[in-house]
């Protein structure tokens, strides 16, 4: 199948979203009739392609705007009797337990910062039980940050050694949750995935510079599945 998120026209809100989001709904196992969770709406392009060609119920939460943007997404792609956004936080959700038959997030979870643990329960808690829960995202290698990287971070205040995480930090967050593993990996394309970002979006110099100096030494991408049992 080709990705229908690359192939339609999108505003993407960090490196590599639409392409880590082709593989976590397959890792999630989405499909017809679902109610999907997106944790970070971003544009509404994700839950608009995602309820146009996988026919599923999408609730997107965006606690950072007030929601008109992902309206007209989705009124643009015919279904915004379907995608419903909410301005509220993952870490505390009005939901009554085991609402939902999938829950993703893509580029949104690492910016929870210290209140992910919270948040990945209230999560678990509004899936249903042998749903799965999926977060495709920035996160950063083993290695330490390089040191001429970590100087123009902490010079320009980017903030990229606060918010991002080993693919193996996120695992065990997700264990210590009750979650059975199913998928975990980085993407062997991240690289490119930063590089392509850096060229195209609205960010800092330093920031891109920052991105086209790593060469895939420090920044990442990678997606963690958990199952609820």
């Known amino acids: 199948m080709t990705n229908p998120f690359t192939e339609e026209q ?59 943007e992902i309206q007209e997404t989705a009124r643009r792609h015919g279904v915004e009797q379907q995608v419903l956004p909410l301005k509220l936080y993952a870490q505390q959700l009005p939901f009554a337990d085991n609402t939902f038959d999938a829950i993703i997030s893509i580029g949104s979870f690492e910016m929870i910062g210290e209140e992910r643990p919270q948040a990945l329960r209230e999560l678990t808690r509004v899936a249903k039980p042998g749903s799965r829960i999926g977060i495709a995202e920035p996160m950063r290698q083993e290695a330490p940050m390089p040191a001429e990287l970590a100087q123009l971070d902490e010079e320009h205040k980017l903030g990229f050694q606060q918010c991002f995480s080993t693919l193996a930090w996120n695992m065990e967050l997700f264990q210590a949750q009750g979650l059975q593993p199913a998928e975990a990996s980085y ?36 997606m963690v599945v958990g199952e609820k049992v």
């Open 187 to 222: 993407f062997s394309e991240a690289a490119v995935w930063w590089k392509e970002y850096a060229e195209q979006a609205d960010i800092s110099e330093a920031e891109k510079t920052l991105i086209r100096s790593d060469r895939g030494r420090w920044l990442s991408l990678g």
């Open 10 to 68: 999108g505003k993407a809100w960090g490196p590599g979203s639409f392409e880590m989001v082709h593989h976590l709904v397959k890792a999630c196992g989405i499909r017809p009739g679902m109610r999907v969770l997106e944790v970070g709406g971003g544009s509404g392009h994700i839950a608009s392609v995602l309820e146009k060609h996988w026919q599923v119920q999408v609730m997107t939460l965006e606690p950072w705007t007030d929601g008109s």
